[in-house]
């Protein structure tokens, strides 16, 4: 099973803490996190085994560092905690282990997070401020050609459902919770959409609606019971459901997707959101009462619930995803972001973090991740004018020969070349010649 960056960084936090307390090589070598902070620390250095940084250095590196580990960039001076302008290695495995703000800012991380999913089954987690590639940099990333869908995930803690005992109902944090008072979501950003979502944990309607949905029967339902139910038909959700969860985005949006709250999923719909409510964009599970796991669930706990989109119907470009996609090379050619320092250690969870990580047990997994390498950066040319370039097209070094010119024109012809390359009066690729006389 994979997990995102933030949740191997917590799962692996404790284990990872009392081994580097016991000060002993031999087991704090073999733990993935401690090697993987150790990754982290030679990166933001730029030298392999760094005990120490500067702070000069750390500033200069702070828009890579903020684009990997944005948790880091933002404190330095909490790290240092000798004020001495240098940050040493001890200091910042003491700050990353053990420090409960770090944790509480990784845990508000984790609350929502946004994944894409291909063929394979691989995740590969979307970051507004550290993008892969070129075309997920906008306000929302579009799905990839061999995506299958976007999942939007959604961890709610702090809900306690009782169904014995004299304090009977849904509780958040402690707070009862009433009928049609509902959760919001962070907005998310998903397969080139922009919105929230909305759980209900008692029920969809408030009590006056309750009562007259349960007194007076609608005579549309009790026929379709009779003539065995209507073929894609979504109606409002029913009075007698325990919880129910929608999607709120812009009107116009038309999306193919499902809900899903915890192992329980919807069918696959489509919606098409507008000024009112449309029932295609609401959803609850079946049953009156909520599953055994939901009512053991204490506070620590969370309840996932999300989306899973699989088409978006507004972009015209976007075409139906083929049953069986060959696994070519070049479908997943997309210009990648170029890196703004020092590469990035291929072989780093917490730098490449667009990608699912193992857990840290350490199983090899069927879709485990291929780390795409950093191609090294084409040496500059040296022009005739003495600019050197890394930008401007090479041209052909074999020139038209004098014979050649020779036989279209019928006579000698005077051949220049000519070309400018500075960035002030830079023009494209100018050929001029003599034409003969008629």
Wanted: charged share 25%; net charge positive; glycine share 6%.
């Amino acid at each position: 099973m994979s997990e995102s960056v933030f949740d191997y960084f917590l799962n692996g936090r404790e284990p990872a803490r009392k081994l580097h307390e016991t000060d002993v090589p031999e087991f704090t070598d073999n733990h993935s996190l401690l090697k993987e902070l150790r990754v982290v620390f030679d990166w933001i250095g730029g030298q392999k085994n760094c005990m120490k940084i500067p702070s000069r250095l750390f500033k200069k590196r702070l828009p890579e560092v903020h684009s990997k580990f944005p948790q880091l960039a933002n404190n330095f001076y909490a790290m240092d905690v000798n004020s001495d302008c240098w940050l040493e290695w001890h200091e910042f495995t003491d700050f990353c282990l053990k420090n409960e703000r770090l944790v509480a800012s990784l845990k508000r991380e984790t609350k929502l997070q946004v994944y894409g999913i291909d063929h394979d089954g691989t995740r590969m987690y979307k970051a507004s401020f550290d993008p892969a590639h070129s075309c997920e940099v906008s306000s929302s990333p579009d799905m990839l050609p061999w995506e299958v869908a976007h999942v939007v995930e959604w961890r709610i803690p702090g809900l306690k459902y009782a169904v014995t005992g004299p304090r009977q109902g849904s509780f958040f944090w402690g707070r009862r919770m009433l009928p049609s008072q509902f959760l919001a979501s962070q907005p998310f950003r998903a397969a080139g959409v922009c919105g929230f979502l909305r759980f209900w944990p008692v029920n969809y309607y408030n009590e006056a609606q309750l009562r007259k949905k349960k007194d007076v029967a609608s005579v549309a339902e009790q026929l379709e019971e009779l003539q065995g139910g209507a073929k894609n038909l979504i109606r409002m959700p029913p009075a007698e459901a325990w919880c129910c969860i929608g999607a709120v985005l812009p009107p116009g949006t038309n999306l193919d997707f499902r809900f899903y709250i915890g192992s329980s999923k919807s069918p696959k719909r489509e919606c098409f959101w507008n000024q009112s409510v449309n029932p295609a964009s609401l959803w609850t599970p079946k049953g009156a009462k909520p599953p055994q796991h939901v009512i053991d669930m204490t506070e620590e706990d969370y309840l996932t619930v999300g989306i899973e989109i699989f088409w978006n119907r507004n972009d015209p470009f976007r075409k139906h995803q083929p049953d069986v996609l060959r696994k070519a090379d070049r479908l997943k050619q997309r210009p990648e972001i170029k890196n703004l320092g020092y590469a990035k250690p291929c072989d780093s969870f917490i730098l490449n973090r667009s990608a699912s990580v193992p857990a840290p047990s350490g199983q090899e997994t069927a879709s485990r991740r291929k780390l795409i390498r950093e191609k090294p950066k084409p040496a500059p040319r040296n022009y005739a004018d003495g600019t050197t370039s890394s930008f401007l097209p090479e041209l052909p070094r074999r020139a038209a020969s004098e014979t050649d010119l020779k036989n279209v024109t019928g006579e000698q012809t005077n051949f220049n070349t000519t070309m400018r390359t500075t960035v002030s009066d830079a023009k494209p690729l100018r050929l001029s010649f003599s034409l003969p006389t008629l």
